[in-house]
Nanobody, 119 residues
Framework: QVQLVESGGGLVQPGGSLTLSCTAS????????MNWYRQAPGKQRELVAT???????NYTGSVKGRFTISRDNAKNTLYLQMNSLKPEDTAVYYC?????????????WGQGTQVSVSS
């Protein structure tokens, strides 16, 4: 059974920092592309950051220079370091794992963790 479990969300003031974690089980974590998505109230889910199995990263423009995605394959854990947080970063953040095996695509989601940025 595959599980992705996020943690680390919470309430933080503008300009503050948070680190999200996502611990995976039931998959060969090191061969999956890992992503952080977020969904704000009334908005579509948005891809925030990507980290491939080959350590390539990509970020959506609004978080570049403020967020850092990383992984510890020995701990089967994905991280998102979020600095200089803004109210518009408020959303539920989701961990995602995906991998293509030939014609098949395997994709898994965590349950989400709430990040609220407010004074």
């Amino acid at each position: 059974q595959v599980q992705l479990v996020e943690s680390g969300g919470g309430l933080v003031q503008p300009g503050g920092s948070l680190t999200l974690s996502c611990t995976a089980s039931g998959i060969r974590f090191n061969i999956y592309t890992m992503n952080w998505y977020r969904q704000a109230p009334g908005k579509q889910r948005e891809l925030v950051a990507t980290l491939t199995s080959g350590s390539l990263t990509n970020y959506t423009g609004s978080v570049k220079g403020r967020f850092t995605i990383s992984r510890d394959n020995a701990k089967n854990t994905l991280y998102l370091q979020m600095n200089s947080l803004k109210p518009e970063d408020t959303a539920v953040y989701y961990c995602n794992a995906n991998r293509n095996f030939g014609a098949f695509r395997y994709e898994y989601w965590g349950q989400g963790t709430q990040v609220s940025v407010s004074s």
